[in-house]
């Protein structure tokens, strides 16, 4: 088994089994009641007409519960000829191409699926990113080719629209019919409501099999926002090139790259910059000096972790992070600022919770 790597997952499939689970049996409750087989009306105490207007409504909205999971933190490994993203397995003969792009903070990993989809795996540095690419058996920065299979988000859109429809029309049947009493209206909302929810089964069944064959870094027009969106549109104006490794980080100084967390764990990293405070070396001749370290706790170029670092030392060594610097700073990297800086978090748990919140990841805003 390869070393893992700390990834955060964007997954372009859906979740579809809550959906077919409700959509199924409101569909055939329905029928039954269309055909006499079921009754409902009767235990519940109420006209056949409210017990028909909610197991259509039910139907057609069942069709609406379908969505994307949202990005979740996990570990990256390749184990014998898959590839595990936590507790989701990919085998490798599965995999339809590797694409890697860079964001304007941290790296983009397109990995296709022939089954899901696809997805995009977020990493903090070049060298994890590469470290998994190359874990995957493919020479950096991916191959010529990778395509996702993503949802048609016209066929999407008329899914939607028809299950709308169909909630509303059986919800009026039942209310004008069984509520008001209005027998006349049975057409005016009874046929609209089966038809729009047959109609966005249809759409439903549909979707797995008309899914579009989207090109990663290609040229296509993309509208849309969203974490999909955003990767799809880095991939297109950043993809990486074959430039020799590290170009950008031989230009970081060296002092400041002694704050940075480099190939260490988070829990060693914690420790190193603690200790350096406990030792009393923030006042070596080579170390920073507190207006330095401020800066590189602003700095948007500076690595993440020697942001942090700074930080640390700052709230640990002199006195304190100024109010101005921790609200620029927890803009740009979020609960990221208040775990490191927190005076009386154990080092595991802070270690922990630094895990937990994945890669500080931001895509390119061009």
Not at 40 to 60: D, E, K, N, R
Not at 109 to 128: C, H, L, N, Y
Request: a positive charge; proline letters at 4%; charged letters at 20%.
């Amino acid at each position: 088994m390869s070393d893992g790597v700390l990834v955060r997952v964007v997954d372009v499939g859906e979740r579809r089994a809550l959906g077919w689970a409700v959509a199924l049996s409101a569909g055939l409750g329905t029928a039954a009641i269309l055909l006499h087989l079921w009754a409902p009306h009767v235990a519940l105490g109420i006209s056949q007409f409210w017990s028909f207007g909610i197991a259509s409504a039910i139907w057609a909205g069942g069709t609406l519960l379908q969505w994307r999971r949202r990005p979740w933190v996990t570990t990256a490994t390749v184990s014998g000829d898959a590839l595990y993203l936590g507790r989701r397995r990919i085998p490798l003969r599965h995999i339809t191409g590797v694409k890697v792009a860079r964001g304007q903070r941290g790296f983009s990993v397109a990995v296709g699926d022939r089954w899901r989809g696809g997805q995009f795996v977020e990493v903090e540095r070049e060298a994890e990113a590469r470290r998994l690419v190359e874990q995957l058996g493919i020479d950096w920065p991916g191959t010529n080719v990778c395509t996702f299979a993503m949802r048609s988000d016209r066929l999407r859109s008329a899914q939607q629209l028809t299950g709308v429809i169909g909630v509303v029309s059986a919800l009026s049947y039942a209310i004008a019919i069984g509520g008001l009493g209005a027998p006349d209206l049975k057409s005016l909302f009874g046929f609209p409501a089966l038809g729009a929810a047959l109609l966005a089964s249809v759409f439903f069944v549909l979707q797995p099999l008309l899914r579009s064959s989207v090109r990663i870094g290609g040229h296509r027009p993309l509208d849309g926002r969203g974490d999909v969106m955003d990767h799809l549109g880095l991939h297109q104006v950043a993809a990486v090139s074959s430039a020799p490794f590290g170009a950008r980080e031989t230009a970081v100084d060296p002092r400041i790259r002694i704050l940075d967390r480099g190939q260490e764990s988070t829990s060693a990293w914690l420790e190193r910059v603690d200790s350096v405070v406990g030792a009393g070396a923030a006042y070596r001749s080579d170390a920073l000096s507190v207006e330095e370290l401020r800066q590189v706790a602003d700095s948007g170029t500076a690595p993440v972790q020697a942001r942090l670092g700074a930080l640390r030392l700052l709230a640990r060594r002199h006195g304190g992070v100024p109010k101005e610097l921790r609200e620029r700073v927890t803009g740009d990297l979020g609960a990221r600022v208040r775990v490191v800086i927190e005076p009386n978090a154990r080092l595991e748990e802070a270690a922990d919770e630094l895990e937990a919140l994945g890669p500080a990841f931001r895509a390119r805003v061009d």
